[in-house]
């Protein structure tokens, strides 16, 4: 089960998406939302610029117009810290913030960066998925969402899940359960190479994984676009060389373009 979600937020539109995932799930589970924002200690704070948890749940038809902050929590059982991080880096600001508070997910959107000019500018999102190692929904310029954010509808029936045999799928599939299993998704395993993987589920059945051939990425994303899943889920163990390191992970690579949010689960 989830006891806490955090979405860290730089404020632009991109993230208004991302938001609504993380508060749909936190009314899903009943748990603790973390707001968080990283600013200079030399600037001004910005409490009035955080997303407004209330108003966002009265619109979406959860709480009466009238209702108190309290409501949120003993209503919904969502308990909502909304926290500035002063820090001159982002990326370390929230990493620190991660290791003391160990929450269950991430929720960021990410601006799809590619080639040498992600490589030199960098991307916070994806660096705080693999900073922390910690399960992360990363949300794509190019993603189709789960969470509608007009009514607040959660629609995340099929995931497609990429198993391989480096890294072994198992810590990410125990993983992927306690994060998902209680929404009751449907979910396709597929492998893109030579290997016949074999999976198992927790009762000793076998579990079919479908295999595919060519490119990874390429054949990851034909795959999730032919079946209109709603989430990719897969594990990744971070970059590997000066290519990766260029490049992006394959599963960086799978969120810039991929048709759903993106589950980067840590192996």
């Known amino acids: ?20 995932h993380a508060l749909r799930l936190a009314v899903a589970y009943r748990c603790r939302l973390y707001l968080l924002h990283v600013r200079s200690p030399s600037t001004a704070d910005s409490f009035d610029s955080f997303p407004h948890v209330r108003e966002q749940l009265v619109r979406w038809g959860m709480l009466d117009k009238g209702a108190t902050v309290e409501d949120i929590r003993s209503r919904l059982g969502v308990t909502v810290n909304k926290v ?24 960021m959107a990410t601006h799809g960066r590619q080639g040498l000019n992600r490589w030199l500018v960098g991307s916070v999102s994806e660096d705080m998925a693999r900073h922390s190692h910690l399960p992360t929904l990363l949300i794509g310029p190019d993603a189709y969402p789960f969470v509608d954010e007009a009514t607040g509808a959660l629609a995340l029936d099929d995931i497609l899940v990429p198993v391989t045999l480096d890294p072994a799928p198992g810590r990410a599939l125990l993983m992927l359960d306690h994060l998902t299993g209680a929404l009751g998704a449907t979910r396709h395993f597929v492998h893109v190479g030579n290997e016949n993987i074999t999976l198992t589920a927790p009762d000793g059945a076998s579990v079919p994984v479908d295999r595919r051939d060519g490119p990874v990425v390429d054949a990851l994303l034909h795959e ?44």
């Open 1 to 20: 089960m989830i006891e806490a979600i955090a979405h860290p937020t730089d404020f632009t539109p991109e993230g208004k998406v991302a938001f609504a």
């Open 84 to 107: 500035e991080i002063r820090h001159h880096d982002t990326v370390a600001g929230l990493v620190n913030f991660m290791m003391r508070h160990r929450p269950d997910l991430l929720v």
């Open 224 to 267: 999730a676009r032919s079946k209109s899943v709603d989430l990719i889920a897969m594990a990744t163990a971070g970059r590997d060389g000066f290519l990766d390191a260029l490049r992006g992970s394959t599963t960086e690579q799978v969120v810039r373009e991929a048709p759903c949010p993106v589950l980067a689960l840590p192996a």
